[in-house]
């Protein structure tokens, strides 16, 4: 395909040449057994929630007002809040006018459709500002209440969808509910109850890492603000000790090792804590420490420009919201370098910041989003960004597929095979199981020696990168190697002739060149030039493409290094060094 008129849009646009899904199904054969059962207990429970009458009022939940009212305090979108008040619903990344039916629509993706019924919109609204927006606001709520107040419904009732609504009506129901007609308020709040005592039934329903934290915020907001409510409390607590517990990692990681799922979890552990004092009510002792925890890990990954890697799925962040979390999370305000729990390694010099994947894939069932990308690794210069992953699709699942693959990220690649098994239903099967880190630092120059074991059990090769960066952040040096540690096991599963490719992904705003003398020069506007070099391979520049700004797609370029794979280990090194001033 051309490059100047591939469709970004599709996924075979500018797609990596040798990014193979290596998909499965029965992701069930992976999960603990924990989990397992939950899934089957509550969807044993989905026949008896479709009769009438399943979904019964909260004792005591009733009248026109909550008991304690506490406020959303995060900023929304201003346009997409305008879009609204004409019918414009931009969510999940998608953007849809006048959808027709409204709650229903087939041209919208699922993520969309939870989005509207979890009435993730509310904070848009509100940042529109004036009557008009308030109004919307209520002829949505009430429209939906016409449609699912009573009576479950898979989509509009799926725990992860209720609890986020339930966060999302509590938190902005001073600013639109508050003064509207008493029959809104009380069929309001009467749908509110039945909705908390419905979900403190069912959950945790199966649900792992974000979405549960999520719906346990939700069920924390009722047990706190409405009536009757407070027989909701223990349950809530319950829940969220054990999950702080299993969730958050010692070093402040969250253990789907996702640095926008990490955003997601700190900003509902902030509001927690803040609920439960505003409501007078003492914190559990596990949110305070892991609020404490998962700001200074935040820290750690961020880039020069402030944005967040691209691991595990995810975007860039805006840096001011980044800020802003994390003033609000208080505490330490400079980042630690190393995380061993959650795997990832900062390595910082002059102007240079490296971030690392040094650690396991999550494990099963916190690892629907995961990707392949162990070892991967990310540099910025200043606020720009040089080397970087492809990052990840918000909606579309084909696009997401092909960038989990670790063709999609700065890493070392056997045969276009990914590093952990992806399945096709999401997570991963097969995975790098001992992934190892060692890091050591002098008068300012730090190595980081790794590797992992995801090739060994299918084709007998251990991945060994071993990375440096002088105290000057101007010298970055790196050796890749595929040990063969078991020659039969490569011989019968990959035969002869096969192919080792080391990839950097360059961002969209680097240019690079090739030189007649084998080497390649990087250019950043404000970073200078780089030069790159290689020895052990043939080295390409080839087409890449960069998801890091979605909903804006941009072509980028990839640094691609080969070698011939001959049941001997195969070691590439390469430099990138600073040029000039």
């Known amino acids: 395909m051309d490059a100047e008129t591939a469709d970004l849009n599709s996924p075979e646009a500018l797609e990596p040449s040798d990014i193979r899904l290596g998909r499965e199904p029965g992701r069930w054969r992976f999960l603990p057994k924990r989990l397992l059962f939950q899934r089957l207990r ?92 308030r109004r919307k606001a209520r002829d949505l709520t009430a429209l939906w209440l016409a449609n699912y107040a009573r009576g479950w419904d898979g989509l509009a009732w799926a725990p992860q969808v209720l609890g986020r609504r339930l966060a999302n009506i509590l938190g902005h129901f001073e600013y639109y509910a508050a003064n509207a007609e008493p029959p809104f308020q009380a069929a309001l709040i009467d749908s509110l109850g039945r909705q908390a005592r419905h979900l403190a039934k069912v959950l945790p329903a199966g649900l792992t890492g974000s979405d549960l934290l999520a719906a346990i915020k939700g069920l924390s907001f009722a047990a706190l603000s409405l009536p009757g409510g407070e027989t909701l409390l223990p349950r809530a607590r319950a829940l969220l000790e054990e999950e702080l517990e299993r969730q958050v990692l010692l070093d402040g990681g969250q253990a789907e090792r996702d640095p926008f799922a990490q955003v997601a979890v700190l900003r509902d552990l902030i509001d927690l804590r803040a609920l439960f004092h505003a409501a007078g009510e003492e914190p559990p002792a596990e949110l305070t420490l892991a609020i404490e925890r998962m700001g200074p890990f935040l820290r750690l990954l961020r880039h020069g420009d402030g944005g967040l890697p691209l691991f595990n799925g995810g975007l860039e962040g805006p840096a001011w919201y980044l800020d802003l979390l994390l003033q609000r999370a208080g505490g330490r305000s400079r980042p630690f370098y190393a995380a061993p729990q959650a795997g990832f390694q900062r390595l910082q010099a002059g102007r240079s910041v490296l971030v690392a994947d040094s650690g ?29 992953n492809c990052g990840s699709h918000p909606f579309s699942e084909r696009w997401r597929s092909l960038l989990r693959g670790t063709a999609a990220h700065s890493t070392l690649c056997f045969d276009g095979r990914n590093s952990s098994q992806l399945l096709a239903e999401g997570g991963l099967g097969k995975r790098a199981g001992d992934v190892r880190c060692r890091r050591e630092e002098q008068e300012g120059n730090v190595w980081l020696q790794l590797s992992h074991d995801g090739y060994r059990e299918r084709y007998g090769l251990i991945h060994h990168r071993r990375l440096f960066l002088a105290a000057g952040g101007e010298d970055l040096r790196g050796e890749d190697r595929l040990e063969v540690v078991d020659p039969e096991k490569l011989t019968a599963a990959a035969g002869e002739g096969k192919l080792v490719t080391l990839r950097f992904h360059l961002h969209p705003e680097v240019g690079a060149n090739l030189s007649q003398g084998g080497s390649l020069l990087l250019r950043l506007k404000r970073g200078g030039g780089w030069r790159f070099h290689q020895t052990g391979g043939a080295l390409s520049l080839e087409p890449s493409i960069y998801f890091g700004g979605f909903p804006e797609v941009r072509r980028s370029e990839q640094i691609v290094v080969t070698a011939p794979l001959d049941g001997r280990d195969t070691t590439i090194k390469w430099t990138f060094k600073r040029e000039g001033r």
């Open 42 to 133: 509550y969807r044993l429970r989905v026949a008896f929630l479709r009769l009438p009458g399943a979904c019964k009022p909260l004792p005591g939940c009733h009248g026109t007002a909550l008991i304690f009212s506490h406020s959303d305090i995060w900023p929304g979108d201003l346009e997409s809040g305008r879009a609204l008040l004409t019918d414009g619903y931009f969510l999940a990344g998608e953007y849809l006018e006048n959808p027709e039916p409204l709650w229903t629509t087939p041209k919208a993706s699922r993520d969309w459709k939870e989005g509207l019924h979890a009435f993730d919109w509310l904070r848009d609204l509100r940042s529109a500002g004036g009557d008009q927006a």
């Open 360 to 388: 396991r894939p999550p494990p099963a069932g916190l690892d629907g989003a995961a990707h392949a990308g162990t070892l991967s690794f990310e540099m910025s210069v200043g606020r720009e960004r040089m080397i970087v």
